[in-house]
């Protein structure tokens, strides 16, 4: 229950131990100095909730800390083995208080009221072991000399029943909070005064920056708790943050853009969340998961006669569709083109997909998942509530819904299906054009995070001077990381292979790519080298990327750390067709730079960079074999890698050194 406390303030495993080393004196004092600085810290704090409690165990440290500061004064106390013992339990039980009361300080009031029972459980058991303690404290014969006052509070503190409890008054609003998860999860939208009186009145949650530390923290509990039991469950938790977003929303007016950005903009690009959405899509899939063609998680991975493993849908367009009869990643020739199922990784794919939340189409109904996991009714009516008010802002004119329309979109997948059934698409295509920088970037964020799922591509895709919109924010928008997620957009929705054409012919698209990935940030240029490589698996624009700078881009950056890797193994797809290959052969830097990649790349670099060279000398013609052949040092590179390379690499050096 504590996980996201430790998280926040995390004391060193010692304090929770005995303090072995200390004896007599100085193991006083040190109770002493603890009992002291709970009293101290937390006699004015104030409790949101478990207010009695609280307090009551404070009162419990104050008596321990008149009895502690009695020792001290005392000259004839005789520190006896049961007088040491009670002591170092007496120095656990006052840091389990210190760590129960801050939490209790420091927690979200929604928390404090959904954990009831667990801390009301914690604070009795805290309370039988100070009586327990103290009642046996009373009885060593070395506190014979205790004052008459100071025994007489000790004996009174033990028969003082402890009638101050908060488990009823709190378990009432706990089943108050969750009879609104049961209106919603029965379809039904609670009262707005009911909802009003609740949070507002009987919470105190009074203005919309405490709504949204509250549903910070409970978001907080979820990731804390990934992958461990928890009371409530996860998707109830996210259910309360649903219903808490909805009530928030409902309450309050959407804060103004101006007066928001400022602060929170510039904390969020501090803490790296400006690119969150497009971080969590393409650097947290694990490698082995996705198709080498399309980029993409693999829904049906299939094995060809290389070994190689590839999205069913990918490798038999690439044969069937394009004409295609080599291996994308060896360029060996297909002995046969029969699939076998790779059942082992499908069935890695779907757990990775289940345990992170994330919709995946298997081809097996019966290994189909839920396109939306952790999910409740409750979530989902609570999230279509919030979206009808946040699209209606939208129509209003305001700006700053689109920016709460991106959050929830990133956050909540099953909320991306309801933005665009509300018919928020239109809104944030003219907010596209806005000459609010600010704006023009959450909606072009809201957009792409709405094309990360699959049934609405072909709704923006279809949406009136949608695409226009978008290829206009990346030739020309306000600011560099809005033309950067637009290039990731156009990514996402080049995955569909009817897209791919369209897309490459919108004016400007290929050049303006090119120059986000000679201008862009490190994250932009990657986004850039996704988008470029998609466009170039239609066999038709494989042209139009050659005349318009695209695989001269992608050769130029080779010189850039952050994505030469990346930009080999694309390179090593574009070399299958000897139009790629040509064009390759012709940049003045091909080789030196996938020369660069072998020399200081990383293991898997170094394989993809002498595979692409393989691959220019085989569907490069004699002027490139020639090229790549005549490079000073590239032999001595290839027999390294024949001694240090993975497998994979050692096979290409052999062949690689044939040629030379």
């Known amino acids: ?160 029943q402890n009638s101050s409890s908060d488990s009823n008054e709190e378990t009432l609003l706990r089943n108050r909070l969750y009879s609104f998860l049961d209106e919603f999860e029965n379809g039904r939208v609670p009262n707005t005064e009911e909802l009003s009186f609740f949070f507002v009145e009987k919470l105190g949650i009074k203005d919309q920056k405490s709504f949204r530390d509250e549903i910070e923290f409970l978001e907080e509990q979820i990731k804390s708790y990934y992958g461990c ?7 109830v938790i996210n259910g309360f943050v649903d219903i808490t977003r909805y009530v928030m929303f409902l309450l309050f007016k959407i804060e103004d853009e101006s007066a928001w950005s400022i602060q929170e903009i510039k904390k969020q ?4 969340l400006i690119f969150e959405e497009i971080e969590n899509t393409f650097t947290t ?14 829904n049906d991975p299939v094995i060809v006669s290389t070994g190689q493993t590839y999205d069913r849908s990918s490798i038999a367009r690439w044969i069937h569709q394009e004409g295609r009869s080599t291996c994308p990643k060896t360029g060996q020739k297909l002995v046969d083109l029969c699939f076998v199922p790779n059942l082992a990784l499908r069935h890695l794919i779907t757990v990775w997909c289940q345990v992170n939340g994330l919709s995946h189409d298997s081809s097996s109904p019966k290994e189909s998942l839920p396109k939306v996991l952790f999910q409740t009714r409750a979530s989902i009516e609570a999230n279509k509530a919030t979206v009808s008010i946040l699209v209606q802002n939208l129509a209003d004119g305001s700006e700053s819904a689109a920016r709460e329309i991106r959050v929830l979109s990133r956050i909540a997948m099953e909320a991306r299906r309801l933005i665009v059934e509300a018919g928020a698409i239109p809104y944030l295509r003219c907010l596209l054009k806005s000459k609010n920088a600010a704006a023009q970037e959450n909606a072009v964020a809201a957009i792409f995070n709405l094309s990360i799922d699959e049934d609405n591509k072909s709704l923006i895709m279809e949406e009136h001077d949608c695409l226009e919109a978008i290829m206009r924010v990346l030739i020309s928008g306000l600011t560099m990381i809005a033309k950067e997620i637009a290039a990731a957009t156009l990514y996402t929705l080049s995955s569909v292979h009817d897209y791919k054409k369209t897309i490459a012919n919108a004016d400007g698209c290929i050049e303006s790519l090119a120059l986000v990935l000679q201008n862009g940030t490190a994250r932009g240029k990657k986004d850039a080298v996704y988008a470029l490589h998609s466009l170039w698996l239609h066999p038709d624009n494989c042209s139009l990327m050659v005349n318009s700078g695209g695989v001269s881009a992608l050769v130029g950056a080779l010189a850039e750390e952050a994505v030469a890797e990346k930009v080999a193994a694309v390179l090593g797809v574009v070399a ?3 139009l790629g290959a040509e064009s390759i052969g012709r940049e003045e830097t091909a080789v030196t730079g996938l020369m660069e990649v072998m020399r200081r790349g990383t293991p898997r670099g170094k394989e993809k960079a002498i595979a692409t060279l393989l691959q220019l000398c085989t569907m490069g013609g004699a002027v490139v074999t020639e090229k790549v052949v005549k490079t000073p040092s590239l032999a001595v590179l290839t027999r390294k890698l024949l001694l240090t390379g993975t497998d994979r690499a050692k096979r290409k050096a052999v062949s690689l050194s044939r040629v030379l």
């Open 285 to 298: 899939l694990p490698k082995d998961f996705t198709c080498s063609i399309s980029l993409n998680i693999m």
């Open 1 to 160: 229950m504590f996980a996201s406390s430790r998280r926040r303030q995390s004391p060193s495993l010692e304090v929770f131990l005995s303090p072995v080393y200390l004896s007599g004196v100085p193991l006083l004092e040190t109770l002493s100095s603890i009992s002291s600085e709970i009293v101290s810290c937390f006699r004015d704090a104030r409790f949101s909730f478990q207010r009695r409690n609280s307090r009551s165990l404070i009162r419990k440290v104050q008596v321990v800390t008149v009895l502690l500061q009695h020792l001290e004064e005392s000259t004839s106390l005789d520190s006896t083995a049961t007088l040491l013992l009670c002591f170092k339990e007496l120095h656990l039980l006052l840091h389990n208080s210190k760590f129960l009361l801050r939490y209790c300080a420091h927690s979200s009031k929604l928390w404090l009221l959904l954990q009831t029972p667990s801390l009301s459980s914690f604070f009795h058991d805290l309370s039988k072991d100070y009586s327990t303690l103290l009642d046996v404290l009373l009885h060593v014969d070395s506190l014979g000399c205790l004052r008459d006052d100071v025994r007489e509070q000790l004996e009174l503190f033990l028969h003082k």
């Open 229 to 235: 039991d928890l009371e409530p469950t996860r998707s």
């Open 576 to 578: 299958t067709q000897s």
């Open 269 to 272: 690009r501090k803490n790296g």
